[in-house]
């Protein structure tokens, strides 16, 4: 059984990658290259998977799902600049695909701290960037 969560963020960021001259870039990613950033609204859902347990019939505490998804990846990019603020993502260009590898990265590695019997598992997350995309990613996609 699966269940998914949704979370609200809002985070800056500017696409240029470092590997592409100005004019490339700016055909690359248009207006999204504007020096000066543009903000998101963004929508993460974590899926998690396993079986309810028998005494609570739940899948998962909710609160302790909320306290791991906030202290693993909310806290470190609510309202933060991702290019500048965010170790893992300053030689990465803050693409939402690229965003989606480092979050499902964090929670990988911090999962256990969380959820020590190891009954439910990481599944998946999604990153709504505005209304029309949505990008995801298995927890066995993860690159490390
Ligand atoms: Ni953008």
Redesign the pocket.
């Given at each position: 059984m699966k269940l998914t969560t949704r979370y609200p963020f809002s985070a800056a960021?500017r696409?240029h990658s470092n590997q592409l001259s100005e004019d490339a870039n700016w055909a690359v990613y248009g207006r999204?290259n504007n020096p000066y950033g543009?903000g998101?609204n963004y929508w993460l859902e974590v899926t998690v998977a396993g079986e309810p347990d028998a005494d609570t019939g739940m899948l998962v505490d909710r609160r302790q799902l909320d306290k791991c998804v906030s202290e693993e990846i909310l806290s470190r990019v609510s309202h933060v600049n991702l290019n500048e603020q965010v170790e893992e993502l300053k030689d990465l260009v803050p693409t939402t695909e690229n965003v989606a590898y480092v979050f499902a990265d964090w929670l990988k590695s911090g999962w256990g701290k969380h959820f020590k019997d190891g009954a439910v598992r990481f599944d998946r997350i999604r990153i709504y960037?505005t209304r029309n995309n949505r990008f995801e990613i298995q927890a066995n996609e993860v690159r490390q």
């Open positions: 960021h696409l999204c543009h998101h960037e």
